[in-house]
């Protein structure tokens, strides 16, 4: 899939995206950046989504409204009218028909975290897909689902998740480990006979709900991503091409945010297709940088310098990859239709672009705000802000 | 005193125009004002002085605009802003009209101070050069300015 097109869809008057190795999506709450990103899981893995609901006693008798609940989560069938429309690649897809014959189930291509990562691991453990109410999204049981097959068949033995030799590059785990977990060891013990995931420190285990908020919701992150980058010499995951995450800020400092972006790169240049959805101007920031290095001949260690990262060898040839990557960014207009704003540029007269989405209008104003108390102050008009200090 | 003759006390005959009369074509398209009728004139304060103070690092526009029955002086700098060169420039022509505007008639009216980029612009709102800038009095507002 290049172009998904989406007409008339819940919130979505018409979202047109052409897709970059990297897009990323923007926009007010509710403005249907969510729901475009679980349509392009739905339509490049309908068969598997159909077969795991099938699997798992979830019903909804061939029809669009009831698998729009199911699928969507409780009450989403209103987001389909009959005006509704799904263009792929420039041919429309018949979706009552989709959905009413089960597709041929291949394997998974679209890895989606979801917004709601948290809840996978509520009680300590990844959740099975069985183990949410029949309203919950299809997105959240599946992320959940493939965290608990991650922990069963990839981490029975010793030792701790987090730091592990064989699971990204030593650069990435001393910057994790530096913005997200200090000290701590993300590992896994028993009480009684229930696993559970700790953050130790010492002989100290603190259990889930007493880790900071950014730790919650950073390890159902990294699970995913430990799913995305198996050890050995295998880059991918099986069949999956498309990564998805939805606001991968959230809970972060921006410290952290700038390591997971780091390895958003990495997944790049792994060969994954990435799209993110976000309210953080720091990834923007980040396509702003890319972008402007691609078009300039921009060197890997000018990419490096953005992370702060080590000019390690490796670190270099995975920016130096990640440079040849391209990139796009999308404002969701709750009033309007979805507009292309990939260039980012702050002299743009269409205001979204300018404005980045709407995500530099706060600091814009700050910047009004203290621009003019400090240019009617005693200090500005005596000229004395300005004179050196003696 | 009025606007019209405070800037012509301070810049001399002939520098007071109507509305955005004062910027230079090329400067022209990069302000404009959603409520013309608001705007009282409009000085070239770096021509003006180009005479008296050849080396000063003048400051570029001053537009007289009366909103909520307050008139503003807003001083509007259009100058490139590609580089941290251009940053330092516009730091030391902010500088200078700190200085210039002390005891001068022009300086009785609440100030907007304004930087409005002249081409490609490699700064944002959240560039922390452009909040130091702020911190000193000057906003940055893109390639154009709506007052």
Redesign the interface.
């Known amino acids: 899939m290049k172009k998904l097109t989406l007409r008339n869809i819940g919130q979505i008057n018409e979202a047109s995206l052409t897709f970059g190795d990297l897009t990323v999506l923007v926009g007010p709450q509710a403005s249907g950046k969510s729901v475009s990103l679980q349509w392009v899981k739905l339509l490049q893995d309908s068969g598997l989504v159909q077969q795991q609901l099938h699997t798992y006693g979830l019903d909804y008798d061939g029809k669009l409204p009831e698998f729009l609940d199911v699928y969507f989560g409780e009450g989403m069938h209103s987001i389909w009218r009959d005006a509704s429309e799904v263009v792929v690649d420039g041919k429309v897809v018949d979706v009552k028909k989709r959905i009413a014959r089960q597709q041929v189930g291949k394997g998974e291509s679209v890895f989606l975290i979801p917004a709601q990562r948290v809840m996978a691991l509520a009680n300590g453990w990844p959740r099975p897909f069985t183990d949410y109410k029949s309203g919950d999204p299809y997105a959240v049981r599946a992320f959940s689902e493939n965290l608990r097959l991650l922990m069963e068949r990839e981490f029975n033995g010793s030792g701790p998740l987090f730091p592990q030799p064989n699971r990204l590059k030593a650069d990435y785990r001393k910057l994790l480990q530096a913005s997200v977990f200090a000290d701590f060891k993300l590992s896994v013990d028993k009480v009684q006979s229930q696993k559970r995931l700790v953050l130790g420190v010492g002989e100290e285990s603190l259990p889930f709900m007493v880790w900071s908020a950014g730790q919650r919701e950073f390890v159902p992150l990294l699970l995913g991503l430990y799913w995305l980058m198996p050890p050995g010499k295998v880059s991918r995951r099986n069949n999956i091409e498309w990564v998805v995450i939805e606001e991968l800020e959230m809970g972060l400092h921006p410290r952290a945010i700038s390591v997971v972006l780091l390895i958003v790169l990495e997944l790049l240049t792994r060969g994954y297709k990435v799209i993110l959805s976000t309210h953080s101007?720091q990834i923007l920031?980040l396509v702003?940088a890319l972008e402007t290095l691609r078009k300039n001949n921009g060197k890997p260690q000018d990419l490096l310098a953005l992370f702060n990262a080590p000019k390690s060898a490796s670190l270099k040839e995975m920016a130096g990859k990640a440079l040849e990557k391209s990139s796009k960014v999308y404002y969701f207009d709750p009033a309007s239709k979805v507009v292309d704003v990939t260039n980012l540029?702050?002299?743009?007269?269409v205001t979204q672009e300018?404005s980045?989405g709407g995500l530099?209008e706060f600091?814009?104003r700050?910047?009004?705000t203290?621009?003019?108390a400090?240019?009617?102050?005693a200090d500005?008009?005596?000229?004395d802000?300005?004179k050196e200090p003696a | 005193m009025s606007f019209k003759a405070d800037v012509i006390d301070t810049l001399g005959d002939g520098t007071f125009y109507k509305g955005l009369g004062a910027l230079k074509p090329a400067d022209a398209g990069h302000v404009s004002c959603a409520r013309p009728r608001e705007l009282v004139g409009s000085a070239d304060v770096d021509a003006a002085l180009a005479a008296p103070l050849p080396n000063d690092h003048r400051w570029d526009y001053v537009v007289g605009r009366t909103a909520g029955n307050v008139l503003n002086a807003h001083w509007i700098e259009v100058h490139p802003a590609g580089s941290t060169k251009n940053i330092a420039e516009v730091e030391k022509k902010l500088a200078w009209l700190s200085g210039w505007l002390h005891g001068n008639s022009l300086g009785q009216y609440p100030r907007d101070v304004v930087w409005v980029a002249s081409g490609k612009s490699t700064y944002n709102t959240r560039s922390p050069a452009i909040k130091a800038l702020a911190a000193k009095g000057c906003r940055f507002v893109g390639g154009h300015l709506a007052l």
């Open positions: 101007p920031e702003w540029d702050p002299m743009s007269p300018a980045w530099l600091s814009a700050a910047n009004e203290v621009a003019k400090v240019a009617n102050s500005f008009a005596s000229g802000l300005f």
